[in-house]
């Protein structure tokens, strides 16, 4: 399941902590972060317009990882470069 977004809980996590997580965990941050009143959000990949999202909770408390699911047109185009 490819991870479209990392979502950081603002009661468990500052920005700099949020970073740090995501270093050790081999994800990425281009220094955009999206803020809301409760969380921190970093964006790992584009979201796809045909693609179905979900939201699951990690080991780690105040930790969500925003996962692609189901069929989309990107496994199709895929296919498709494949000449399958």
Known sequence: ???QSVIFSRE???VRAARAWLRSYGYRHN???HETAN???FRQSEPH???QYRT???RTP???LVVEVGPTSRESEL???AGE
């Open 79 to 81: 296919r498709d470069l």
């Open 49 to 51: 317009p045909l693609a």
């Open 1 to 3: 399941m490819p991870v």
């Open 62 to 64: 105040g930790v969500k």
């Open 39 to 41: 969380y921190h959000r």
């Open 31 to 33: 220094g955009k972060v």
């Open 56 to 58: 699951i909770a990690t």
């Open 12 to 14: 468990w996590f500052d």
